[in-house]
């Protein structure tokens, strides 16, 4: 199916992109760390926004929602996971450990240098099955669940949907403001909702994300046009090129349409935001 914009107005903090950007606010951004911690974090330090991490050739990149420091040199990348992927969270976390570690531990320092870190994954489902708000690993002995291995890793899923009081009020208000807005007198959360009310006030946002949305767009198109490529005879190169250029055609026309209605704005300044060759826009214009 082709790319579509989500409105910019339909945005909540279950989106990549205003999950990202209301944690952008530091005071926001420390205040949800400490309701998830249950300890105060007296300041954050931005190590790279949006940051993606790669292993070396051919590596599968990581794109980091939040990745922060505090005070006490604690690194944090906190993601909103909001689809389902089997049984794959687990082993996406492990992932994400392993990039972390690799960025973190630059030429020459010591393994004794390597920065505690604290994984978490915000989920409006429950990916383990126990019904708990909030599940916690850390690597300990089979032998004696007391002992501990300190290699300073820490894994935390939310389940924003589970059941019972094993968590503070605060976090309840947060966890029923990602499942359905709920807005609550508590402080974190009327101080997220009005961070995002700001956030779609802003003209340069909603550009920025719709830059971001095409971004993600072409990177969708590249990867399948490339995996359709591959396996195919050489001998239907002609016919692979026709069928790429009429998929991006159809991509192009259904990101016009979704602009022009999330801006909202004419055809013409539409074609121009999206960059769409002079070539091209006769094509869309016809099918519009």
């Not at 990202?20 to 005071?27: F, L, S």
């Not at 899923?157 to 499942?179: C, E």
Request: aromatic share 8%.
């Amino acid at each position: 199916m082709p790319f579509v914009f989500k409105a910019w107005e339909d945005l909540t903090i279950r989106d990549d992109y205003m999950f990202k950007a209301t944690m952008r606010n530091k005071q926001v951004c420390g205040e949800v760390l400490e309701a998830i911690l249950s300890q105060p974090i007296r300041d954050i330090v931005y190590l790279e926004e949006e940051m993606t991490l790669k292993a070396g050739y051919l590596s599968k990149g990581v794109r980091l929602d939040v990745y922060v420091e505090d005070e006490a040199h604690t690194v944090y990348n906190v993601e909103m996971q909001v689809r389902r992927d089997g049984d794959d969270l687990a082993r996406r976390m492990r992932y994400y450990q392993s990039q972390l570690d690799v960025e973190l531990l630059a030429a020459g320092k010591k393994y004794a240098e390597l920065s505690k870190t604290i994984i978490i994954f915000i989920c409006p489902f429950d990916p383990i099955g126990r019904g708990w708000h909030l599940y916690w690993y850390e690597n300990t002995c089979r032998k004696d669940a007391t002992l501990k291995l300190d290699d300073g890793a820490v894994k935390i899923i939310l389940n924003t949907h589970g059941t019972g009081d094993d968590i503070s009020p605060k976090l309840q208000a947060f966890m029923d403001y990602v499942n359905s807005g709920i807005l609550s007198s508590d402080s974190l959360v009327q101080a997220i909702d009005r961070q995002i009310q700001e956030l779609k006030q802003s003209e340069a946002e909603r550009m920025r994300y719709m830059k971001y949305e095409l971004d993600l767009s072409e990177a969708r198109e590249d990867g399948l046009a490339e995996g359709r490529a591959e396996g195919r005879a050489e001998g239907r190169a002609e016919g692979k090129a026709e069928g790429k250029a009429e998929g991006k055609l159809e991509t192009l026309l259904e990101n016009v349409r979704s602009l022009m209605k999330s801006i909202p704005c004419d055809a013409k300044r539409a074609m121009d935001l999206l960059n769409v060759p002079e070539a091209t826009r006769g094509k869309i214009l016809v099918q519009l």
